[in-house]
T-cell receptor, first 113, second 113 residues
Framework: NAGVTQTPKFRVLKTGQSMTLLCAQD?????MYWYRQDPGMGLRLIHY???????AKGEVPDGYNVSRLKKQNFLLGLESAAPSQTSVYFC????????????FGQGTRLTVV | AQSVAQPEDQVKVAEGNPLTVKCTYS??????LFWYVQYPNRGLQFLLK??????LVKGSYGFEAEFNKSQTSFHLKKPSALVSDSALYFC???????????FGTGTRLQVFP
């Protein structure tokens, strides 16, 4: 049982380049989330999904897109990376009802130069 | 809109002393509340949750939290701190209308020998 797996773990991008971060969960969770963590800012919700084929905007969605074509995968895309998107990105998944605590991946450290 | 406030950036306690990490929240309707811990270069780990029922919730590693509806607070506590408890702690709230899971800015706990 791997839990939540993020790929890649590290990446350096040049300004204007694009990339996709992959999140995979093997717990059959309905909900999945993408956060970014910056010093002093805590975790800020970028986008989230409440089920296969659904996505919704979080607190800081600008500059990012997401897709959830399969229940177990949640992709985060950066179409044209900017230095302000330098951050650590975390994916999480959770169940519904009382089993609603989120499980997190190990994070992706992204640097945009 | 839902929100979570952790008023202390840092909490320092001596080993063996009780610790409290504060959290207040704002959400429409009944909240689902959570505490997570993050060790350096790791993802977040779930500690405990409040869904309904007893206001005092017990979680992992001897931590507990007290839900206070009138004060909209969910403070994390431990009767006797350990040096190994030193980490970054996050409070989170789920808005049951939007299904967003929103985090506070985090509190760094330092337990000194």
């Amino acid at each position: 049982n791997a839990g939540v797996t993020q790929t890649p773990k590290f990446r350096v991008l040049k300004t204007g380049q694009s990339m996709t971060l992959l999140c995979a969960q093997d717990m059959n969770h309905e909900y999945m989330y993408w956060y970014r963590q910056d010093p002093g800012m805590g975790l800020r919700l970028i986008h989230y999904s409440v089920g296969e084929g659904t996505t919704a905007k979080g607190e800081v969605p600008d500059g990012y897109n997401v897709s959830r074509l399969k229940k177990q995968n949640f992709l985060l895309g950066l179409e044209s990376a900017a230095p302000s998107q330098t951050s650590v990105y975390f994916c999480a998944s959770s169940g519904v009802g009382r089993n609603t605590e989120a499980f997190f991946g190990q994070g992706t450290r992204l640097t945009v130069v | 809109a839902q929100s979570v406030a952790q008023p202390e950036d840092q909490v320092k306690v001596a080993e063996g002393n009780p610790l409290t990490v504060k959290c207040t929240y704002s959400v429409s309707g009944n909240p689902y509340l959570f505490w997570y811990v993050q060790y350096p270069n790791r993802g977040l780990q779930f500690l405990l949750k409040y869904i309904t029922g007893d206001n005092l919730v017990k979680g992992s590693y001897g931590f507990e939290a007290e839900f206070n509806k009138s004060q909209t607070s969910f403070h994390l506590k431990k009767p006797s701190a350990l040096v190994s408890d030193s980490a970054l702690y996050f409070c989170a709230v789920r808005d049951m209308r939007s299904d967003k899971l929103i985090f506070g800015t985090g509190t760094r706990l330092q337990v000194f020998p």
